[in-house]
């Protein structure tokens, strides 16, 4: 699978926009970029995925460079019930060419963002 | 609706013990992942399940882990005995068949081995 880079920790004020980057420059064409999130003592939780566009939900935006090696999650007006790990992950939901990965998710360490009053 | 649940939420296991660990996943979702979480790790894959078939279990550290779902539905978790470094949160979760990268994550069993 391929591997994603994550700063290890950010901050954000509450009310503003949470930018969190990843890099995956070896991300492959049928892999999609998934985001997740921890809040401590739960499980993950999904936020957003893509392939190539852009893409928004009631939760956040997934920005996705042109040539795919990297992506921005935008929360627009973080909460301090944001504040959790974030998790950038690369994966085929339908499994890759040999279909031996079944759209298992490799979760690399994260970013923890912590929201501040 | 329901949403993934796990039981038990805690179970403290002397070492040398099997422990079994229960998946209910949400209904009609084919899909169903296991993954155990280190302290201050991410989770790690151990094991698919399809239905009842278990597609992939190369993630599984051992031959002292196994992993059941006979009916398509409830899913099982054993480990036989545990070590301490077994010790960790073990977290279930189930999709659609067709958006398996869109899963749905139980609250987790928190594993303590003595």
């Known amino acids: 699978d391929a591997k994603t880079t994550q700063p290890t920790s950010m901050d954000c004020a509450e009310g503003r926009a949470a930018n969190l980057p990843c890099n995956h420059s070896?991300?492959?064409?049928?892999?999609?970029v998934y985001w997740y999130r921890q809040i401590h003592s739960q499980g993950p939780q999904y936020i957003i995925h893509?392939?190539?566009n852009n893409e928004t939900n009631e939760m956040a935006s997934l920005i996705i460079t042109e040539d795919r090696k990297s992506s921005t999650l935008i929360l627009p007006h973080a909460t301090l019930r944001d504040t959790a790990v974030y998790y950038c992950?690369?994966?085929?939901?339908?499994?890759?060419?040999?279909?031996?990965?079944?759209?298992?998710?490799?979760f690399g360490q994260g970013t923890i963002l912590t929201v501040h009053p | 609706g329901a949403g993934v649940s796990q039981s038990p939420r805690y179970k403290v296991a002397k070492r040398g013990q099997d422990v079994a660990l229960r998946c209910d996943p949400i209904s009609g979702h084919v899909s169903l992942f296991w993954y155990q979480q280190a302290l201050g790790q991410g989770p790690e894959f151990l094991t698919y399940?399809?239905?009842?078939?278990?597609?992939?279990k190369s993630g599984l550290p051992s031959d002292r882990f196994f992993a059941e779902r006979p009916e398509g539905s409830v899913s099982t978790l054993k480990i036989q005995r545990t070590q301490q470094e077994d010790s960790a949160v073990y977290l279930c979760a189930s999709s659609l068949e067709e958006r398996r990268g869109e899963q749905f994550f139980g609250p987790g069993t928190r594993l303590t081995v003595l």
């Open positions: 399940f399809q239905n009842e078939a278990q597609l992939d």
């Open positions: 893509g392939l190539k």
């Open positions: 992950i690369v994966s085929s939901p339908r499994g890759n060419a040999g279909g031996t990965s079944y759209g298992k998710l490799t």
């Open positions: 070896t991300i492959s064409g049928n892999e999609y």
